[in-house]
T-cell receptor, first 119, second 116 residues
């Protein structure tokens, strides 16, 4: 069965610090997708990134970067020079092939990491 | 594009009552998902549709829960005989599914249910 673990329940940093959110996953599939979502206090989940298992290239988008390491089943997320607006709950999620084997369906989420950035 | 919308945003009900939630996906998205999120937890999958067909249901979806997507557009989630344990945020997401690809699921604002 697929599983996602976000071991850090809460992280607190001061503005401008760099912070890394850890995500470890378990799957028996060789083909799968990984996601990060942000949930601000308003409650709506905001998509950040999607990565498939064949693409191990790290990605940078502005202050955000992602480190995908298949060998350790990890997909970590780093925020550089954090800002107060980054305060939110961050979720890592995994999607495997569905029963038909031709597409991907449900997401399995981790428990989330609460990030608080203090001014 | 208009995002995923959900109604109502909040619902307070008494134990034993029935409630129904509605989700309108992003237009042209053929997949629609329902998730439930309790306090301090990540969303948990309940069920999903491709067009009007319900393709998968979680074991979490007891026989008191039923979901429909009659014309492949909006969907409803009904909970009969609500229990206090049903109190949660109910999230809807939609995506454009294509063979051998996982497209991004975009989430609505959720319906927060409180059962007294």
């Amino acid at each position: 069965a697929q599983k996602v673990t976000q071991a850090q329940t809460e992280i607190s940093v001061v503005e401008k610090e760099d912070v890394t959110l850890d995500c470890v996953y378990e799957t028996r599939d060789t083909t799968y997708y990984l996601f990060w979502y942000k949930q601000p206090p308003s409650g709506e989940l905001v998509f950040l990134i999607r990565r498939n298992s064949f693409d191990e290239q790290n990605e940078i988008s502005g202050r955000y970067s992602w480190n995908f390491q298949k060998s350790t089943s990890s997909f970590n997320f780093t925020i550089t020079a954090s800002q107060v607006v980054d305060s939110a709950v961050y979720f890592c999620a995994l999607s495997e092939e569905d029963a038909g084997g031709t597409s991907y369906g449900k997401l399995t989420f981790g428990q989330g990491t609460i990030l608080t950035v203090h001014p | 594009d208009t995002g995923v919308s959900q109604n109502p945003r909040h619902k307070i009900t008494k134990r034993g009552q029935n409630v129904t939630f509605r989700c309108d996906p992003i237009s042209e998205h053929n997949r629609l998902y329902w998730y439930r999120q309790t306090l301090g937890q990540g969303p948990e999958f309940l069920t999903y549709f491709q067009n009007e067909a319900q393709l998968e249901k979680s074991r979490l979806l007891s026989d008191r829960f039923s979901a429909e997507r009659p014309k492949g557009s909006f969907s409803t989630l009904e909970i009969q005989r609500t229990e206090q344990g049903d109190s949660a945020m109910y999230l809807c997401a939609s995506s454009l599914a294509r063979a051998y690809l996982q497209e991004t699921q975009y989430f609505g604002p959720g319906t927060r249910l409180l059962v007294l």
